[in-house]
């Protein structure tokens, strides 16, 4: 079995701060959260046959997250990297992980990855790229466990847990799961030195300039402004007043309405 | 021109290169380029649990966001059996002017492929200007489904937008809504997915009427849930009026029993940043946050909770925040409408206190 594992590099949110409405770039950064659940997804279901590979589109930097999935187990990696790719919308990232799919991997079986990045939070690669290359989803998955060459799937659709069967060629998106979020230890530091990580241009995959980046997105961002909170605070202190616990209990009694 | 092949007019092979138009002048003097995709193409999504389908709130947000655009029409696609064109009169009440009912007896039930298929169809027969879903969780699959079948643009998640001589200004939140983009799509239809409750649904209008075109379509072959059940505790968070919700500050265990009875006595639902989660204290389906749920209850009381990004991102919808840290300089101060500086456990016992006088327990 061939396990496509599609990840994403974002800012760490925890570690920057957006004082002035930056959004903080070649800050610390990390394997996406909803990526952790793909990726722990994808370990667990490969036995010893399987192969496991890691995808990335994003700078340099973002090899990072291709090599804790080496280190958590992936088999080798790719890493779209080309200044051309820069300025992608869903569109275009969608239409070039599809392209790198089809000239170099198209033999899989099946695609896991997060549902949404934490930084964009758009949450529609996963479906574009399942359109593109013409197989089933199911997004927004908690849960996968492996029956032979079938997988079976669960996800909550409007307040109903469904289960899906699916046979090879077909993407799954992780919403949530287990999140073990492992450590590796020095072997998988060192296993992972070892193992292919493929750097993969444009003209690698016989993409044109037009179809890609800024110039293949179909979006354009107009402008971005930070969202001043327009909440009408009251501050008191505890040990002032009992007016703060009275306060809080009219609140909540009336429930404001 | 001269030596360049040329495709402004039909007399290619006598043009000798003296030619004087250009095809750029050609295509400025008929306007060959000039947009002709017309009117809002809205998914319309029916509430299939009353004996009469009846509109979802947000289709009727949608629709009469359309309408307000300007002055071109407002076609639905809305999916289910011959029972649904009952529905098609509420679309019109509410802005629409045109229904495409595409008809099956098993849509009542979302079923991607099908719907896919359904809903780039009629947008093909209709050349629409912009294309709207509802961002809930079939919306999230069908708009970027469709997009790439169209090979088209969209924006997801957007609260915001507008119309400006034919382009649409679509708003969105980022990072953990700290961030407002907006954005313009190249390509038509320009598509966008919107989360439900970010318009107003206005008075109906008894009177409007509209026309309504039935189109039969067999399901389209795709993958369809083995089994499916009605979750247990899923949307309980999201439906809460008031949640009580822990970080670390709550400090102990003691306290973390002290604020469940609370919310025992005040009808609240319980929930907690990540921290909790990870010492184990309560499970992750309370988490709060953009790795748990996202939620918007009138109140949302804080215990402890230092307000990071990631838990904003979950809770910044409230429509009221009472935050108590005994950290004046904690981020949630800066988002709550009262604020409380002071120890948890202290207020919490107050507040039992409080609740013990006022409403003593019946014995």
Same mark, same amino acid.
């Given at each position: 079995?061939?396990?496509?594992?599609?990840?994403?590099?974002?800012?760490?949110?925890?570690?920057?701060?957006?004082?002035?409405?930056?959004?903080?770039?070649?800050?610390?950064?990390?394997?996406?959260?909803?990526?952790?659940?793909?990726?722990?997804?994808?370990?667990?279901?490969?036995?010893?046959?399987?192969?496991?590979?890691?995808?990335?589109?994003?700078?340099?930097?973002?090899?990072?997250?291709?090599?804790?999935?080496?280190?958590?187990?992936? #088999?080798?990696?790719?890493?779209?990297? %080309?200044? %051309?790719?820069?300025?992608? #919308?869903?569109w275009?990232?969608?239409?070039?992980?599809?392209?790198?799919?089809?000239?170099?991997?198209?033999?899989?079986?099946?695609?896991?990855?997060?549902?949404?990045?934490?930084?964009?939070?758009?949450?529609q690669?996963?479906s574009m790229?399942a359109e593109l290359?013409?197989?089933?989803?199911?997004?927004?998955?908690?849960?996968?466990?492996?029956?032979?060459?079938?997988?079976?799937?669960?996800?909550?659709?409007?307040?109903?847990?469904?289960?899906?069967?699916?046979?090879?060629?077909?993407?799954?998106?992780?919403?949530?799961?287990?999140?073990?979020?492992?450590?590796?230890?020095?072997?998988?530091?060192?296993?992972?030195?070892?193992?292919?990580?493929?750097?993969?241009?444009?003209?690698?995959?016989?993409?044109?300039?037009?179809?890609?980046?800024?110039?293949?997105?179909?979006?354009?961002?107009?402008?971005?402004?930070?969202?001043?909170?327009?909440?009408?605070?009251?501050?008191?202190?505890? #040990?002032?007043?009992?007016?703060?616990?009275?306060?809080?209990?009219?609140?909540?009694?009336?429930? #404001?309405? | 021109?001269?030596?360049?092949?040329?495709?402004?007019?039909?007399?290619?092979?006598?043009?000798?290169?003296?030619?004087?138009?250009?095809?750029?002048?050609?295509?400025?003097?008929?306007?060959?380029?000039?947009?002709?995709?017309?009117?809002?193409l809205?998914w319309?999504?029916?509430?299939? &649990?009353?004996?009469?389908?009846?509109?979802?709130?947000?289709?009727?947000?949608?629709?009469?966001?359309?309408?307000?655009?300007?002055?071109?029409?407002?076609?639905?696609v809305?999916f289910?059996? /011959?029972?649904?064109?009952?529905?098609?009169?509420?679309?019109?009440?509410?802005?629409?002017?045109?229904?495409?009912?595409?008809?099956?007896?098993?849509?009542?039930?979302?079923?991607l492929e099908s719907f896919t298929a359904g809903l780039t169809t009629v947008a093909e027969?209709?050349?629409p200007?912009?294309m709207i879903l509802?961002?809930?969780?079939e919306g999230r699959e069908l708009g970027p489904r469709a997009a790439a079948r169209m090979g088209v643009g969209i924006?997801a998640?957007?609260?915001?937008?507008?119309?400006?001589?034919?382009?649409?200004?679509?708003?969105?939140?980022?990072?953990?809504?700290?961030?407002?983009?907006?954005?313009?799509?190249?390509t038509?239809p320009?598509m966008a997915t919107?989360?439900?409750?970010?318009?107003?649904?206005? @008075?109906?209008?008894?009177?409007?009427?509209?026309?309504?075109? =039935? $189109?039969?379509?067999?399901?389209a072959?795709?993958?369809?849930?083995? /089994?499916?059940? @009605? &979750? /247990?505790?899923?949307?309980?968070?999201?439906?809460?009026?008031?949640?009580?919700?822990?970080? &670390?500050?709550?400090?102990?265990?003691? =306290?973390?029993?002290?604020?469940?009875?609370?919310?025992?006595?005040?009808?609240?639902?319980?929930?907690?940043?990540?921290?909790?989660? @990870?010492?184990? $204290?309560?499970?992750?389906?309370?988490?709060?946050?953009?790795?748990?749920?996202?939620?918007?209850?009138?109140?949302?009381?804080?215990?402890?909770?230092?307000?990071?990004?990631?838990?904003?991102?979950?809770?910044?919808?409230?429509?009221?925040?009472?935050?108590? =840290?005994?950290?004046?300089?904690?981020?949630?101060?800066?988002?709550?409408?009262?604020?409380?500086?002071?120890?948890?456990? /202290?207020?919490?016992?107050?507040?039992?206190?409080?609740?013990?006088?006022?409403?003593?327990?019946?014995?």
């Amino acid at each position: 079995m061939k396990i496509l594992l599609m990840v994403k590099q974002v800012p760490d949110l925890s570690a920057s701060g957006m004082d002035d409405g930056k959004v903080p770039r070649g800050g610390p950064s990390v394997l996406n959260p909803q990526c952790e659940y793909a990726l722990d997804a994808a370990i667990a279901l490969k036995g010893e046959e399987d192969e496991v590979i890691a995808v990335s589109m994003g700078p340099p930097s973002a090899s990072g997250s291709l090599l804790r999935c080496l280190e958590l187990g992936a #088999d080798r990696a790719y890493h779209l990297c %080309d200044p %051309d790719f820069a300025g992608s #919308d869903v569109w275009a990232t969608a239409k070039t992980l599809a392209r790198l799919i089809i000239e170099k991997e198209s033999d899989f079986d099946y695609i896991l990855c997060g549902q949404r990045a934490a930084d964009g939070e758009t949450g529609q690669v996963p479906s574009m790229l399942a359109e593109l290359l013409g197989i089933p989803q199911v997004s927004g998955c908690h849960r996968i466990i492996r029956e032979l060459a079938f997988l079976h799937a669960w996800r909550g659709m409007s307040g109903r847990i469904e289960r899906f069967e699916l046979g090879p060629k077909a993407l799954i998106a992780m919403e949530t799961g287990c999140n073990v979020h492992r450590l590796p230890s020095m072997e998988d530091f060192l296993a992972a030195k070892r193992k292919e990580l493929t750097v993969i241009s444009r003209k690698d995959i016989s993409l044109e300039k037009s179809d890609c980046g800024l110039m293949g997105s179909h979006t354009v961002v107009k402008g971005v402004h930070v969202l001043t909170e327009s909440r009408e605070g009251i501050k008191l202190h505890l #040990d002032d007043t009992s007016s703060a616990v009275d306060a809080v209990y009219e609140a909540v009694r009336r429930r #404001d309405k | 021109m001269k030596g360049d092949s040329c495709s402004t007019c039909s007399t290619k092979s006598s043009c000798a290169g003296g030619c004087e138009r250009s095809e750029a002048e050609l295509a400025e003097m008929y306007d060959l380029y000039a947009d002709t995709s017309e009117g809002h193409l809205i998914w319309v999504e029916l509430d299939y &649990s009353q004996s009469n389908p009846m509109l979802k709130d947000v289709s009727k947000e949608l629709i009469a966001k359309a309408r307000s655009f300007d002055d071109q029409r407002v076609i639905g696609v809305l999916f289910g059996p /011959e029972s649904a064109r009952y529905a098609a009169r509420e679309a019109f009440n509410y802005g629409a002017d045109t229904i495409y009912h595409v008809r099956h007896p098993t849509f009542t039930d979302f079923d991607l492929e099908s719907f896919t298929a359904g809903l780039t169809t009629v947008a093909e027969r209709v050349k629409p200007n912009t294309m709207i879903l509802a961002a809930g969780d079939e919306g999230r699959e069908l708009g970027p489904r469709a997009a790439a079948r169209m090979g088209v643009g969209i924006t997801a998640d957007c609260t915001g937008l507008e119309m400006e001589k034919g382009v649409l200004r679509m708003t969105r939140p980022t990072f953990g809504g700290k961030l407002m983009a907006t954005i313009i799509s190249n390509t038509r239809p320009q598509m966008a997915t919107v989360r439900p409750g970010s318009f107003l649904i206005p @008075e109906k209008d008894e009177g409007r009427q509209g026309t309504v075109i =039935n $189109w039969p379509m067999n399901p389209a072959a795709g993958i369809e849930p083995e /089994e499916s059940a @009605e &979750s /247990e505790n899923e949307g309980c968070l999201q439906d809460a009026e008031l949640i009580i919700s822990v970080g &670390s500050g709550i400090g102990n265990l003691r =306290n973390l029993e002290l604020a469940k009875e609370i919310a025992e006595r005040l009808g609240a639902d319980m929930a907690c940043s990540r921290s909790v989660v @990870e010492k184990g $204290w309560m499970d992750q389906s309370h988490q709060v946050g953009q790795t748990g749920n996202v939620v918007r209850p009138r109140i949302y009381l804080a215990l402890g909770i230092s307000g990071a990004l990631q838990h904003q991102a979950g809770m910044s919808g409230s429509q009221k925040i009472i935050a108590i =840290n005994n950290d004046p300089d904690a981020a949630i101060h800066q988002i709550a409408n009262i604020s409380i500086v002071g120890e948890v456990g /202290e207020f919490l016992q107050r507040l039992l206190k409080k609740l013990d006088e006022e409403e003593p327990a019946e014995v």
